[in-house]
């Protein structure tokens, strides 16, 4: 079955800054990925996806990720994170052909005034 | 947000007992899954529907059963609740396009104590 790795449990960002958040994959096949964010007490809401097609690809509130086939790797990225950027961030990967959907342990991204 | 309710939001229950969630979707999406998360455990796929009585297990079913009757309504049965079955459960809904209909929409969840 196909996983996802988070390597990171804690991200800590000042306002401003570029921020990274890693994601590895395993899937049999063309991965299908995506980021969720998670804000306290809240469910899950989709950020980005990789399907096929530009490895950079551009979601909301002005995050990006970049798809490397090689590395098999998706990283999130924004340019100048914010305050309210700070959340509990999930990567998820679902295999062409596939029926489920396998996240990873979370990332804590936290951006500091 | 996408239609989706789960039911109920909070539930407290005892050791041994069954206890049976529900999430009920408005969206016509083929697909259905339940997951619980716990802290250092990210989400985890407990199991997942494709269409109407049609179920899979996912990475941690033991304990858990699923049923699909209708198109809408994906239920989540503890045959007979343990206290490492407290955790907070999420419904989740895609659609068929492996295109368009990708991605997941979640529910607000279920936080279930069992005591």
């Known amino acids: 079955a196909q996983s996802v790795a988070q390597p990171e449990d804690q991200v800590n960002v000042a306002e401003g800054n570029p921020l990274t958040v890693k994601c590895t994959y395993s899937?049999?096949?063309?991965?299908?990925l995506f980021w969720y964010v998670q804000y306290p007490n809240r469910g899950l809401q989709f950020l980005l996806k990789?399907?096929?097609?530009?490895?950079l690809v551009k979601g909301s509130y002005g995050f990006e990720a970049e798809f490397n086939k090689s590395q098999t790797s998706f990283h999130l990225k924004k340019p100048s994170a914010l305050v309210s950027d700070s959340a509990l961030y999930f990567c998820?990967?679902?295999?062409?052909?596939?029926?489920?959907?396998?996240f990873g342990a979370g990332t804590r991204l936290t951006v500091k005034p | 947000d996408a239609g989706i309710t789960q039911s109920p939001r909070h539930k407290v229950t005892e050791t041994g007992t069954p206890v049976t969630l529900r999430c009920h979707q408005t969206?016509?999406?083929?697909?259905m899954y339940w997951y619980r998360q716990d802290p250092g455990h990210g989400l985890r796929l407990i199991h997942y529907?494709?269409?109407?009585?049609?179920?899979d297990k996912g990475e941690v079913s033991d304990g858990y059963s699923v049923s699909r009757s209708k198109t809408e309504d994906f239920l989540l049965t503890l045959e007979s609740a343990t206290s490492s079955q407290t955790s907070v459960y999420f419904c989740?809904?895609?659609?068929?396009?492996?295109?368009?209909?990708?991605?997941?929409?979640f529910g607000q969840g279920t936080r279930l104590t069992v005591v």
């Open positions: 989740a809904i895609s659609g068929a396009d492996m295109v368009m209909n990708t991605e997941a929409f």
């Open positions: 899937v049999s096949g063309n991965p299908y």
């Open positions: 990789y399907i096929t097609g530009d490895n």
């Open positions: 998820a990967v679902r295999g062409y052909n596939n029926n489920d959907m396998r």
């Open positions: 969206e016509n999406h083929r697909y």
């Open positions: 529907s494709y269409g109407v009585k049609d179920t």
